[in-house]
């Protein structure tokens, strides 16, 4: 019998999450998985969330609204106007608001009950956010500066002598235009699969215990079980903060390239 079968539907979480067997189109361009079906109730619960908070909104608001608002203004004050000041803050909100709570979404499926699995565990949401962040960057340093300022200041930093370009040059273009993107996508992966594994190994473990190997080993079983608990609360934590570093970050890098070195 396997665990899903003994905790009346509840997955655990395994290895063969990272590789899913495709529940219909397997081998076509429309290929669903598992992942893809965490990732859309991920956006559902989403939309449904701001769909509640805003449908009737008014002065005195309530429970839900005021969550929303909560939500929302934190985005705004703690990351956009905090690093892109007060105007340029506000113009970049929705932006950042939808980078972050996207993020938090698909983040936070590895620890509910019947999804155990990040939509972000899995490379092709952290792209497609840290795609995002880098055609936001490009475009808001285009927009602000020019086309050829914008180039011109991030290859070339003003105040430093020719013969320096040779080197710096390359370096800047491989750190802002190849590096950015890449680090973003893979911290966020990165930080989802070592969570993702932890589970998998405390829960794991904690399953041979109680119900295969029996006897005194079942007391370790309660040490491994209590660890799953910890790092579930890890996970829940490490889900936020990677949300919060993504949105942060491509607001720093907005920043960097509307302003002048």
């Not at 669903?32 to 619960?45: E, H, Y």
């Not at 690093?83 to 972050?100: D, K, S, W």
Request: aromatic share 14%.
């Amino acid at each position: 019998m396997t665990a899903a079968e003994e905790g009346g539907g509840f997955h655990a979480p395994s290895l063969a999450d990272f590789f899913p067997p495709a529940l219909f189109a397997e081998g076509t361009l429309f290929e669903f998985n598992r992942v893809m079906l965490v990732r859309l109730i991920a956006v559902a619960g989403l939309v449904l969330f701001f769909w509640l908070a805003a449908r009737r909104a008014r002065l005195v608001p309530s429970r839900v609204q005021s969550l929303g608002e909560m939500a929302v203004d934190f985005v705004r004050t703690g990351i956009a106007e905090e690093t892109l000041g007060r105007e340029r803050g506000r113009r970049y909100t929705p932006l950042l608001a939808v980078i972050f709570f996207g993020v938090l979404a698909m983040n936070i499926t590895g620890v509910v009950p019947f999804l155990n699995l990040a939509g972000s565990s899995v490379v092709g949401v952290p792209i497609v956010f840290a795609a995002i962040a880098y055609v936001a960057f490009i475009r808001a340093g285009i927009k602000e500066r020019g086309t050829g300022h914008f180039f011109r200041d991030q290859l070339f930093p003003p105040g430093v002598p020719k013969v320096i370009y040779i080197l710096l040059t390359p370096l800047e273009f491989f750190s802002t235009f190849i590096l950015r993107p890449v680090t973003l996508t893979v911290r966020l992966l990165a930080n989802m699969i070592a969570g993702h594994l932890l589970l998998v190994l405390c829960f794991s473990a904690t399953h041979y215990l109680f119900f295969e190997a029996g006897g005194p080993l079942a007391l370790f079983g309660v040490v491994t079980g209590i660890g799953g608990l910890a790092f579930t609360l890890l996970e829940i934590f490490i889900a936020t903060l990677q949300a919060y570093i993504f949105a942060l970050l491509t607001a720093v890098y907005i920043q960097l390239s509307v302003e002048a070195h």
